[in-house]
């Protein structure tokens, strides 16, 4: 069974920029969610979407926002990036909504530059 | 507000020896426990996790053990080989509420041959 896979893998932008980075769950699992990993701040979370639903979201800007299609693929959007935003970003995939084992990519390195 | 901390950034232990990672969190609502870990260039992987009715879960050489009343838990590694460095997060969320896993800053285990 294939693993979740997340495209780009490495990405560079500049200030002000907009970025969409994407997420592939493993076959048959329906919940998605996102962490930003910083150096100091270990694994943040973004938000989990189920079913196409956002279901819970964390603590960070508007400027990060996100979908999730009938297929269970996500994505997550950066608008107007900050120098702030460089960081490793990594997707989770587990069957269910809830508190379950999660499944991680490789993760999307964003250097903004 | 850390709510889950690991306030061992690294550790080094001897191949053959316990490894033990330590983890303390402060809200008391969190009632499953999980512990990652992760390699360079991949993603986190799940390796064990515990229910806040337990307070001990084993899974061959590794163990977790929680202690509620000092909202503490830790990851045993006996015996520790040197394909087990790596970084280790612990991470701790709540059924009852919003979904949301809280992930601590991680410890960076080097196991010397």
Redesign the interface.
Same mark, same amino acid.
């Given at each position: 069974k294939a693993g979740v896979t997340q495209t780009p893998r490495y990405l560079i932008k500049t200030r002000g920029q907009q970025v969409t980075l994407s997420c592939s769950p493993i076959s048959g699992h329906r919940s998605v969610s996102w962490y930003q990993q910083t150096p100091g701040q270990g694994l943040q979370f973004l938000f989990e979407y189920f079913s196409e639903t956002q279901r819970n979201k964390g603590n960070f800007p508007g400027r990060f926002s996100g979908r999730q299609f009938s297929n269970s693929r996500s994505e997550m959007n950066v608008s107007t990036l900050e120098l702030g935003d460089s960081a490793l970003y990594l997707c989770a995939s587990s069957l269910l909504a809830g508190v379950n084992e999660q499944f991680f990519g490789p993760g999307t390195r964003l250097t903004v530059l | 507000d850390q709510q889950?901390k690991?306030n061992s950034p690294s550790l080094s232990v001897q191949e053959g020896r316990i490894s033990i990672l330590n983890c303390d969190y402060t809200n008391s609502m969190f009632d499953?426990f999980?512990w990652?870990k992760k390699y360079p *260039?991949?993603?986190? =992987?799940?390796l064990i996790?515990i229910s806040s009715i337990k307070d001990k879960n084993e899974d061959g050489r590794f163990t977790v053990f929680l202690n509620k009343s000092a909202k503490h838990l830790s990851l045993h590694i006996v015996p520790s080989q040197p394909g087990d460095s790596a970084v280790y997060?612990c *991470?701790a969320?709540? =059924?009852s509420g919003?979904?949301?896993?809280?992930?601590?800053?991680?410890t960076r285990l080097k196991v010397l041959a």
């Amino acid at each position: 069974k294939a693993g979740v896979t997340q495209t780009p893998r490495y990405l560079i932008k500049t200030r002000g920029q907009q970025v969409t980075l994407s997420c592939s769950p493993i076959s048959g699992h329906r919940s998605v969610s996102w962490y930003q990993q910083t150096p100091g701040q270990g694994l943040q979370f973004l938000f989990e979407y189920f079913s196409e639903t956002q279901r819970n979201k964390g603590n960070f800007p508007g400027r990060f926002s996100g979908r999730q299609f009938s297929n269970s693929r996500s994505e997550m959007n950066v608008s107007t990036l900050e120098l702030g935003d460089s960081a490793l970003y990594l997707c989770a995939s587990s069957l269910l909504a809830g508190v379950n084992e999660q499944f991680f990519g490789p993760g999307t390195r964003l250097t903004v530059l | 507000d850390q709510q889950v901390k690991q306030n061992s950034p690294s550790l080094s232990v001897q191949e053959g020896r316990i490894s033990i990672l330590n983890c303390d969190y402060t809200n008391s609502m969190f009632d499953y426990f999980l512990w990652y870990k992760k390699y360079p *260039a991949e993603g986190p =992987t799940f390796l064990i996790s515990i229910s806040s009715i337990k307070d001990k879960n084993e899974d061959g050489r590794f163990t977790v053990f929680l202690n509620k009343s000092a909202k503490h838990l830790s990851l045993h590694i006996v015996p520790s080989q040197p394909g087990d460095s790596a970084v280790y997060f612990c *991470a701790a969320s709540h =059924t009852s509420g919003t979904y949301k896993y809280i992930f601590g800053t991680g410890t960076r285990l080097k196991v010397l041959a």
